[in-house]
């Protein structure tokens, strides 16, 4: 058996003479994996990845269950001149495992197990005929499906890793739909869970929640071995209990090792999204959290509430929350049985001028609801320095409902992925109006805005009902934030942000993600603010530190099943489903509450530090930039007048707030809405002052670390291409979008930065340093010198850092275009069988 060690630099406790040992003593534990009978005299090669985990690469074909069932531990022996070590114990926690070449790649984790799977089937790739097809094997876990070949991806100038996943992975979670096809019968069918397949199929179409379409031919497949994997993947892809989820196996396998850390690292928080950022994520999970909170914001007048420890008082409300000082305990206790849910006042952020921002749900006692609601606008009321007023918004009555946004997310994607370009160019803005996704984009950010205006200018308090306050009120709260507050526009607060309104407050991620396949329940109600923040972004690119890349991405992490952030209705969810499974697994949890998953916001689980530099946004100008004054290292800030009001994006044409009637015309094959100009209305003193507020606030400068507000008209709510259309060969540009620009600001940047390094070396030193400090960079682009003139690389395209290629075949093997072959089926999410097509 011949050891090859492959060196890491990572590795910086290893003696550097450790990689200079020849021969290495291997030993294996073979009676409690039986590995001999299937590994005899094999090569093998152990390495560590980048985070130091060990990594076994293994050229012959292994078993399933000895891959994903089973943990071995290696006894690492030394021999030869200059030992490092006698011994060394390592416990694999992650093993990839290479079929035919190195290139050929499965990863495995901690819990996950093979179900299934089925050799010679070939991948349709997005081209108009099938040369450009990929022939391999495709595996069905019960965390993924993958699909292992040694061909190399054809027309892909460059592809963004996620460590999580492979090149060809599909998160179960992430399966929106799955269609059986057999052109020999002509038959088509829509898996569900627990159905039987009457034919064997020659094709599987599998419909991804993010936009994806993947297609594979089993034309050379054995016909059985076919139909098994795609009823395996239909049946672990719609689980039927919470705890089937793959993040249960992963935790339950790997709790309590090495001091309690997930992978490595500690259980709670989450690193900031740059290369080396030590900031981390507040979870909220803690009463110190919400107590930093308060001091940042300066609220006085409110506390951190504990009664709700336990969840004794809602199974919908984190532990710890803000209320008013004026309200004590016993008066909540008796308050919480009259509102739905027992969901009690929640404070969500406080202005300098004292008022608040509340969310609360509807009072079902109609008898004391009069009194209640007094005594709840009392207390806000006395927590305001000046005993401003209290606005209340009822959010049901001014925002479209969890349904109608559905349905327009249904025709958005039916729009954006199913149809050809061909057959819907000529109506296309007329079809995106009719879906009326941005029509509720553009409502939300109305809403949020005239909102701004009561908390700002009005100085009052905004109390923000619903019926379960946990579904708009998530929305509308959290952009209130992103407008005033310039913290929640930086990577750090704004997951801070997300994990205090969304994850802690309750919002049904189970059953708005849809992550069992309840339906009724659907509503992405978190895209939607997502996409409503990319418009604040798009419009005002210099006051967000995030780019939209940062955004796509974390949408896409909302599908991936190994994380707890997006994965229930609740923190309560949270700790009663694992210590339930904790029990069941005889894992002894102690003290904790529950079991602690992996927290999202690491981003080093799924990204390495290169690709995590595209998080950041060129554009965005920090609070202070540093200057150099006789040798000393100062700070200046930045006054309004620094600021151009091109930054904002202005039209030639606004006037006093206004544009003109050529603006909202949009020019040929745009992706502007042209919404319809709203109608004069009778307006009151408010809505008067509402519109003074804006034309004062679009004739002057933006403030980028202040208050931003957002554009309302239709040529400036616009789609967000990156998002629904990164997986469409034909919407992809070459050299083109908005990468370009971004690009050749990453390299300005750079030089900025370099530049100021230089500033900074002390007289006499070697300017060549400057220019080494690459690490420190914050940008993905990064510049090769002073006036880099270096062109646009050629991988970059509209949909970068995603590929489109191997994504969506719009013409089958056939001929047929995709959307004929799908006529029949009104909606995705149908579970009948689909007509048989001539």
């Not at 790739?125 to 595996?139: H, N, P, R, V």
């Not at 009902?465 to 005033?484: K, N, T, Y």
């Not at 290169?610 to 202070?624: A, E, V």
Request: aromatic share 12%; charged share 20%; hydrophobic share 35%.
């Amino acid at each position: 058996m011949t050891i090859r060690l492959i060196r890491n630099r990572r590795l910086k406790n290893w003696s550097q003479s450790f990689y200079q040992v020849v021969k290495v003593l291997f030993a294996l534990h073979w009676r409690s994996t039986g590995l001999e009978q299937h590994l005899p005299q094999r090569a093998l090669e152990i390495g560590f990845r980048d985070d130091c985990r060990l990594i076994f690469v293994c050229t012959a074909n292994l078993p399933a269950p000895i891959m994903g069932g089973t943990y071995w531990t290696w006894k690492l022996k030394s021999c030869g001149t200059n030992p490092v070590r006698t011994s060394h114990t390592v416990t694999i926690d992650t093993l990839w495992c290479s079929r035919r070449s190195h290139n050929d790649v499965f990863l495995f984790f901690k819990g996950e197990i093979v179900v299934n799977e089925v050799n010679f089937v070939r991948k349709c790739i997005a081209t108009d005929t099938s040369q450009y097809d990929l022939w391999g094997k495709l595996i069905c876990s019960n965390f993924k499906i993958s699909f292992i070949t040694d061909d190399p991806m054809p027309l892909q100038k460059f592809h963004y890793r996620n460590l999580l996943l492979g090149e060809h992975d599909v998160p179960l979670t992430c399966i929106e739909q799955i269609v059986t096809v057999n052109d020999h019968k002509r038959k088509q069918k829509v898996l569900g869970p627990n159905q039987k397949l009457k034919f064997n199929p020659t094709e599987l179409i599998i419909y991804c929640k993010d936009f994806r379409i993947v297609r594979f031919r089993f034309d050379e497949s054995g016909p059985e071995s076919a139909k098994k994997v795609c009823l395996a993947i239909a049946h672990y892809s719609q689980p039927t209990d919470l705890q089937l989820l793959f993040a249960f196996e992963y935790v339950g396998k790997k709790y309590h090792n090495s001091a309690n850390k997930i992978n490595g690292i500690p259980s709670g928080g989450g690193s900031g999204a740059g290369g080396g950022s030590s900031q981390k994520t507040p979870l909220f999970e803690t009463y110190s959290d919400w107590d930093r909170e308060i001091k940042r914001t300066s609220a006085s007048g409110w506390r951190v509430c504990s009664v709700n420890e336990g969840y004794m008082i809602s199974t919908c409300l984190p532990e710890y929350f803000v209320v008013p000082s004026s309200l004590a305990d016993q008066d909540l206790k008796i308050f919480s049985h009259s509102f739905v849910g027992r969901r009690m006042p929640l404070w969500c952020w406080s202005h300098s001028n004292g008022s608040a921002l509340v969310r609360m749900a509807l009072i079902k006692d109609m008898l004391q609801q009069r009194k209640i609601d007094q005594r709840i606008c009392n207390a806000i009321t006395k927590s305001h320095p000046q005993r401003s007023d209290v606005y209340k918004s009822d959010l049901d009555k001014t925002l479209p409902n969890i349904q109608e946004i559905q349905a327009a997310f249904v025709k958005l994607k039916q729009l954006c992925v199913n149809e050809p370009f061909e057959e819907t160019e000529e109506k296309w803005l007329s079809s995106l109006e009719n879906t009326r996704w941005l029509e509720y984009v553009r409502a939300f950010l109305k809403q949020s805005a005239e909102l701004v205006y009561i908390l700002e200018s009005k100085h009052l308090s905004v109390v923000l009902q619903e019926e379960e306050g946990r579904d708009l009120s998530c929305i509308v709260a959290s952009l209130i934030q992103v407008m005033l507050d310039p913290y929640f526009r930086t990577i750090t607060g704004f997951q801070s942000l997300i994990q205090k309104e969304w994850v802690m407050a309750g919002y049904q991620f189970l059953d708005r993600c849809n992550h069992l396949k309840r339906s009724e329940k659907e509503s992405p109600l978190f895209l939607l603010f997502l996409d409503a923040t990319w418009q604040l972004l798009e419009q005002y690119p210099a006051a967000f530190e995030f780019s939209e890349t940062y955004l796509a991405v974390l949408y896409d992490s909302t599908w991936i099943s190994l994380f707890g952030t997006f994965l229930f209705n609740s923190p309560h969810q949270r700790v009663k489903q694992s210590t339930e499974f904790a029990i069941s697994k005889n894992i002894q949890l102690g003290d904790e509450k529950g079991l602690k998953f992996p927290s999202v916001w690491d981003w080093s689980l799924q990204f390495s530090a290169k690709d995590r530099t595209l998080f950041h946004n060129p554009s965005y100008i920090g609070k202070s930039s540093p200057c150099v004054q006789n040798g000393a290292v100062k700070s200046f800030k930045r006054t309004k007048k620094s600021y151009s009001s091109t930054l904002r994006g202005m039209p030639v044409s606004l006037k006093n707030g206004i544009l003109s009637d050529q603006e909202l015309l949009p020019r040929r094959n745009s992706l502007i809405l042209k919404a319809k100009p709203d109608p004069p209305q009778q307006t009151d003193s408010q809505d008067s002052g509402v519109e003074q507020y804006f034309r004062e606030f679009f004739s002057k400068p933006v403030d980028l670390h202040g208050v931003i507000l957002p554009h309302l008209s239709g040529t400036h709510i616009k789609l967000w291409k990156l998002c629904y259309f990164r997986w469409v060969p034909e919407a992809q540009i070459n050299l083109g979008g908005s990468i370009t620009a971004f690009h050749r600001l990453s390299l300005l940047a750079d030089e900025v930065d370099m530049l100021s390094r230089t500033l900074r070396q002390p007289r006499g030193g070697p300017l060549e340093a400057c220019y080494a400090e690459v690490d420190r960079s914050r940008l993905y682009f990064r510049a090769s010198g002073p006036h880099d003139t270096s062109g646009t690389p050629e991988f970059l395209s509209s949909s970068f850092p995603f590929s489109p290629v191997g994504n969506l075949c719009r013409r089958s093997i056939l001929g047929t275009p995709l959307s004929k072959f799908l006529s029949g089926a009104k909606i995705w999410l149908s579970t009948e069988t689909l007509a048989n097509e001539d």
